[in-house]
């Protein structure tokens, strides 16, 4: 790597770390074509090109939406490259619902394909906005097309030398603790630490005196797929994605390129497993797996290793949209590593940040101890814009307080037990609804497992927990109840095992919608009566 920790400019790590590697080098594969270096840097001069005709210069906010292709990497260096902000949608997001956000971010352009634009087009009408809409193909409904130019036009004229740390670079949404969406706005120097974070996720990239890895990746390309992708090729990963997300064209790609690695979100991983034909690919070729976006499992990655057998190196990155993504990961480099705590997470170090666990009294925890995680530094994000009253909630004399209750272990490194909102409190305790989690997943039968805290009255709260059984599973609910008893203290037990088909997850990433299950759980209780475990 290019000196990239003197380097504080999001900028200035991917023009040095990607855009001058070697021009042959194949960063991308996507669907059929190889994208070499050489392509990369030409696409994203013309994409310069075409937004300065547009009249785009340093300063304003441009929003883009695409499908998974090149051209969403192309136009988020583009924009770096000339100090614009961008606003980068996931395609699946309604198109009422992505032209709202453009608007409240300011954009002054959208920029989309033609399997978008005429949807955009419509929204922008409906919702009475002038805001043009522009393809990067060719396309009859749109406002234009990066296909025309301008040969009056130099790059010299919108192409920054250098660009300040403080520079806005990308805004994003977040749902924060209370579920309602909320602007956030990532600086250069946000941006420049996301990158380094990913860089040390996708680490070492050398096996067997190869140098470089290929990676067949299924992450939405929203910011966070955007920022973890591009420190991904900025490492040297050649990234293999397609605009077709499907369990079976990833393992059809996986035995197409023989891909040394795979990348995606623990419910997408979940899909995989879950195929009826996943057994006919050969994916051999496949020894490490790479998560993030939510929790990844020790038995996840044991039942990964079950389809992929020659993995031997794993990793997750933590973080949220306020800490611009990843700024801690757990990681395993060897084959006997996989079998250490998932939950147990490192700070990323040399990127500017620092961690600590503060209990209630709001006074730092000792080693041993649980309490909320907070972070600050590089990648804490200055706070939600327009927003003063979730922003003194959120914030600590510059800590951010992530939401996640969890255990300090050392001063750069904390084990996860959950999101705050979502720990169990029964009976006077803190219950980690992921350490029961790992302790049923472990019961043979079992490919999936959720637990929540539903309300009651003398005990605070009851541990319920779903499980979706193995097909032809005859597992019982006394089997999971004894396997708690044999590994949980018996405040720990649950009160009640409900077995389901699929646990429901939110679009996008797939995270478990746990205010689903809870609604679920109170309407079951209530033909229940209330009743408990009461031998806990």
Excluded at 388 to 411: I, M, P, Q
Aim: proline share 5%; with cysteine.
């Amino acid at each position: 790597m290019i000196g990239i920790h003197n380097q504080n400019t999001f900028t200035s790590i991917i023009i040095d770390n990607l855009l001058k590697k070697d021009p042959s080098w194949t960063a991308f594969t996507f669907n059929e074509q190889k994208i070499d270096v050489k392509k990369i840097n030409k696409q994203t001069d013309m994409f310069i090109m075409n937004l300065q005709r547009l009249g785009i210069k340093k300063g304003d906010v441009v929003g883009y939406t695409f499908p998974n292709s090149p051209d969403a990497m192309y136009i988020a260096i583009a924009l770096c490259r000339m100090g614009v902000c961008s606003v980068p949608l996931f395609h699946m997001i309604p198109p009422v619902g992505r032209v709202g956000i453009f608007l409240s971010s300011g954009v002054k352009l959208i920029v989309t394909d033609s399997s978008q634009s005429k949807a955009l087009k419509d929204a922008c009408n409906q919702m009475k906005t002038s805001i043009k809409v522009v393809t990067t193909d060719e396309c009859m409904e749109s406002d234009g097309s990066f296909l025309q130019t301008n040969e009056q036009l130099t790059l010299e004229e919108s192409v920054l030398d250098t660009v300040e740390e403080e520079l806005p670079l990308m805004m994003a949404s977040s749902s924060g603790t209370t579920g309602i969406p909320k602007a956030v706005l990532f600086t250069q120097k946000n941006g420049a630490a996301s990158l380094k974070a990913s860089i040390e996720l996708s680490m070492p990239i050398q096996y067997d005196g190869k140098e470089g890895y290929s990676c067949m990746l299924a992450f939405p390309f929203s910011s966070p797929g955007i920022l973890v992708i591009l420190g991904m090729v900025s490492a040297g990963v050649s990234c293999i994605f397609s605009d077709n997300m499907s369990p079976v064209k990833f393992l059809e790609l996986i035995r197409q390129y023989k891909a040394d690695s795979i990348a995606a979100p623990p419910a997408y991983l979940e899909r995989i497993l879950r195929l009826p034909m996943a057994a006919e690919f050969d994916v051999s070729s496949v020894n490490r797996v790479l998560s993030g976006m939510d929790f990844f499992s020790n038995q996840l990655i044991l039942r990964l290793k079950e389809k992929f057998p020659h993995i031997t190196r794993a990793g997750n990155g933590y973080g949220l949209v306020e800490t611009t993504n990843i700024f801690m990961t757990w990681k395993a480099n060897n084959e006997q590593e996989l079998s250490s705590p998932s939950n147990e997470l490192t700070l990323v170090p040399d990127i500017g940040n620092e961690i600590e666990v503060f209990n209630q009294e709001d006074i730092p925890c000792s080693v041993g101890e649980e309490g909320e995680l907070r972070m600050r530094g590089n990648s804490s994000i200055r706070g939600y814009l327009g927003n003063d009253e979730e922003n003194a909630k959120a914030y600590r004399d510059g800590w951010f307080k992530t939401g996640d209750h969890v255990k300090k272990l050392r001063s750069d490194k904390i084990a996860l037990l959950g999101r705050k909102k979502y720990v169990i409190k029964r009976g006077g305790r803190s219950v980690s609804p992921l350490i029961i989690k790992e302790v049923v997943e472990k019961v043979a039968g079992i490919i999936n497992v959720a637990v929540i805290g539903v309300p009651h009255e003398l005990y605070g709260e009851m541990i319920w927990v779903y499980v979706v059984p193995a097909e032809g599973s005859q597992i019982t609910e006394g089997e999971i109840i004894k396997a708690c008893r044999e590994n949980l203290a018996a405040y720990m037990v649950p009160d009640n095992v409900v077995f389901i088909e699929e646990i429901p997850v939110n679009p996008g990433a797939g995270k478990v919608n746990f205010e689903l299950l809870k609604e679920m759980s109170l309407k079951e209780l209530d033909t229940m009566g209330g009743m408990i475990n009461e031998t806990n």
